[in-house]
C-alpha cells in the first residue's frame, strides 16, 4: 500500500469504529436524538489526524493497529466534544463547522452541550470496555488521556486562549504553552496511545511526545499562517479571522516569513523526534503533508 | 462511632479528599481561574450522598473505606458536573444553587461551561492514577461509571427530562425511567463501586445496585412531594416549582397520598436489597434519613 492508500484505510477504519461505538442500543426517542446529535458531529469528517497517529505510531512499533482501535475512537471522540463546546455562543459562538451548521444550530444548544458531555465521557468506557488490551494497558491509555484533556490539557489551553483574547501583550512563550495546552496534548497522547498499544519502552513513549508536541505546535503555526496567506474558498472558512478578532499568533509577532521558518525548525525537530522513536515512512510523510497544506 | 459522627467523618474525608484532587498544581492565572471555578463548585456542600454510600458499602462489606477515596471522590465530581451545566442558561437557567450564586453567574457561562467539562474528565485521571486499586478494579470501575454517566445513564436522563417538559402524557413507567438514568444511575454505581473496592461479588453488587436504583427513586418521589408540602423557608428553594413548570411528577399523576404510598413501597424494596447485599445499620439509617429528610 503506498502512503494515500494506507492514509485512506486508517480513516475508513476510524469511521466504521466510530458508527459501531456510538450505536443507537438505547431506549427512548429523546436519547436517540442525543446519539444522533453526537454521530451528526462526529462524521462531520474532519483530517482523523489524532486517530490516524494512534494507528500509525502502533503499526510503526510493530504493534497490530486493530489493536488500538479503542483509543483511537477515543481521541476523536474527545476532539469532536471539544469541537462541540467551542462553537457554542457562549464560546466562540460558531454556528458553522466545515460547511456544516454547528451541532448547536442543528440542535439546539441545550442538546449540544449534553452531546458534547456524553462525548467526553463514553471514551473512557470504551476504553475500559474493550476486549483486546489488558487492564494495565487501559489504566495507562486512561490516566495519560485524561490528563491530556483537563485542566493543564485541551481544556486549561481553552481557558489560556479566551484569556489571551483580552490582552495585547501575549509573548512567543506564552503562545506556545497555550497551542501545547490546547492542540499539543492531544495529538502527543494520540501518538503514545498508539505506542502503548504496540507494548513500546517509555523512552519511545516519550520520544513520541516530543514528535506530538513538535506536530502540533508546527501545525497551529501553519494555521497561523493560512489564515493571512489563503483564500476563503481555499481555507473553507473565513481568513483573516484572527487579525479581526485581535488574536496574538505567530504572525502578528514576527510576520509570515519569519513564521514559516520557525514552523519549519519544528518540523525539523518532529522529524529528529520521529527517527528517535523508530517512526515509519508513512508518519514522515504525514507529517510532510499536514505541514504543506493548503487548509 | 454513632450514625452521625460516622456520617460527619465520611462527609469530612470526602471534602478532604476533593480539595487533594482538585488542586493548584498548574501553571498559569486562567487555569487557575479553571481551577478556582471547579472549587467553588465542589465546595458549595449538599449531601454527599453519593461518596457516603460508596465509602459505606465499602465498609458493610468488611473493605477498608480509604481505599474508596478515588472513587469516592470521582462521583461527587460528575454530579457537581452535572449540577453546572444543568444550570446553564441553555438548560434549567438557575441563577442559585444552594443559595448561593450558581457557577455560570459567578464566573461566566464560558468558564462554568467549561469547569463543568474538566470535572466530567478528571475523575477517570483520578481512578486510573489511584494508588490502593488493581488494574482490574479500577477498569471495572471506570467501566461501570462511564456508563452510569452516558447516553443510557445521568445524560441520557436529562435529555429525557427535557424533552417530558414539552408533553402532557407522560407516563408512571416513562417517568420512573427518566428518575432511573437521570438519578438511580449515578446512586447505583456508587453503590457498586464500594462494593468493588471491598473485593465484593457479582451477586452482591447487583443487590447493591437494585438498592441504589430504589433509593434514587424514592428520593425522586420525596422531592416530588416536598415541592408541593414543603415551605421555600424549609426546601432551601422555592416550592411549587414542578406545578409552575407543568412537570409530570408522581404528585401530578397520584396525588400526595399515593405518592407518599409507593415511596413507602420503594423503600420497602430498598431495605429487602440491603439485607440481600449484608448492607450495615449504618446504611439502613441513612436511607431512613434520606426518606424522611424535609429538604
Known sequence: MNFNEKLASYIEYTEANLKKYNNHDISTAAQSELVDAMNYSLEAGGKRIRPVLVYAFCEALGGDYTRAAAPA?????????SLIHDDLPAMDDDDFRRGKPSCHKKYGEAMAILAGDALSVLPFGIIADDAVLTSDEKVRIISRLAKSVGRSGMIGGQVIDMANEERTDVTEEQLRYMYRCKTGELIAVSCAMGCICAGASDEVISAACDYGFSLGLAFQIIDDILDVTSTTEELG???G???AENKTTFVTLYGV???????????????ESLDKCGGSDFLRELTEMLLNRKN
Open 241 to 243: 479571522s484572527d487579525e
Open 237 to 239: 472558512k473565513p481568513v
Open 257 to 271: 516569513d519569519k513564521a514559516r521558518e520557525i514552523a519549519d525548525n519544528i518540523t525539523a525537530q518532529a522529524m
Open 73 to 81: 475512537s477515543a481521541i476523536e471522540m474527545i476532539h469532536t466534544f
